[in-house]
């Protein structure tokens, strides 16, 4: 190509002025969130169905399927449905018969639904990796409606194979079924995200002076994972020190004061360390008299942080001595956590919008 032709092609019709640019038309985009799952109910049937499917996760469970699945089917689906329907039952939604997982992932999508009201071209829904609505279905309604764009939101802070991971791939799962798939975008992990750590500050501060409450110790208790994860390369431990850490700046406490610990250990392998029964436990008998947890891994409030540690670890903390306990809610759907989850949807839309 000749210089001649270049200057010819740039030069703009009116002298010195850019020529606008056409807007792109206004596709449908949709916004999915997707929290972990969720049993229909509390009998052994839908709670073996819900354990089933769960531990059934080659992102979960990475031992061999012809050792994992004998077991699995044989003990763990024998025993584990009716325990853990029984902890399930200590916290379910009477009124509307579902989990408070279920609960919270609906409200956090109809806040959400009322936050994007201002774009007309956005659509928000909901799924759950393991149990309903799932993903595969909830993909294909929104598809149904005309989206031709999908960010998907997988409800994790803290990047982890287990969590993140296995969303995303159960997504690309069911549009690989697609002859025609929508333009597709992940939200990446938020762990030091200052929205996010800013939430999660303000959210302690007010539950502490709204109850009265000054915890001589307070945990950050993560779900863990098995520490050979971690070796493997499974970023999620780092990152849950990342955002201990940057709470304790934001805060002005010390490493004393505010500790991480990590809960819910499943199985015979190490988990990831100090764990939070544990230094509960450890705690009270030292002669602390007063804590106070919170689970800055866990988007909503669910089994693992009402009954676990809501109730369990304040039972375990009282047991070996100790006399304050105090639980601080997730973010949920409140305006904190609505803000934060707003905040990172608006960044994956643009340009979409
Ligand atoms: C068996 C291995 C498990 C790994 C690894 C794991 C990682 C992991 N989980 C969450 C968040 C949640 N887990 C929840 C429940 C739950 N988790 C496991 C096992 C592993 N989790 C089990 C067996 C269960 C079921 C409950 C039980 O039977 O005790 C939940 C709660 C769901 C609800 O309330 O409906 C959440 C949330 C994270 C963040 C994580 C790794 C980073
Ligand atoms: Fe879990
Ligand atoms: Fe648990």
Known sequence: MTQGTVSAISASPVSGAE???????????????????????????????????????????????????????????????????????????????????????????????????????????????????SIEEVTSRLLAQGCEQIVMFPLYPQYSATTTATVNDKFFEALMKLRYQPASRTVPDYHNEPVYIDALATSIERHLAATGSNPEIVIASYHGIPQSYAKKGDPYPKQCLETTRLLRERLGWDEKKLITCFQSRFGPEEWLQPYTDKTVEKLGKEGVKSIAVFNPGFVADCLETLEEIAVEAGHIFKEAGGEHFTHIPCLNASDLGMKVIETMVRRELQGWI
């Open 19 to 133: 020529a606008p640019l056409a807007e792109s038309p206004k596709r449908k985009t949709a916004v999915l969130l997707v929290n972990l799952g969720t049993p229909d109910g509390t009998d052994y049937w839908p709670m073996r169905r819900y354990l089933s499917e769960f531990l059934s996760d080659r992102r979960v469970i990475e031992w061999p399927v012809a050792i994992w699945q004998p077991i699995l089917q044989g003990i763990v689906l024998s025993t584990r449905p009716k325990k853990s329907g029984a902890a399930y039952e200590s916290v379910w939604n009477k009124e509307r018969n579902e989990s408070p997982l279920r609960t919270f992932t609906r409200e956090q999508g109809e806040k959400l639904a009322e936050l994007l009201a201002d774009e007309p071209n956005v659509i928000v829904d909901w799924a759950m990796r393991y149990g309903n609505p």
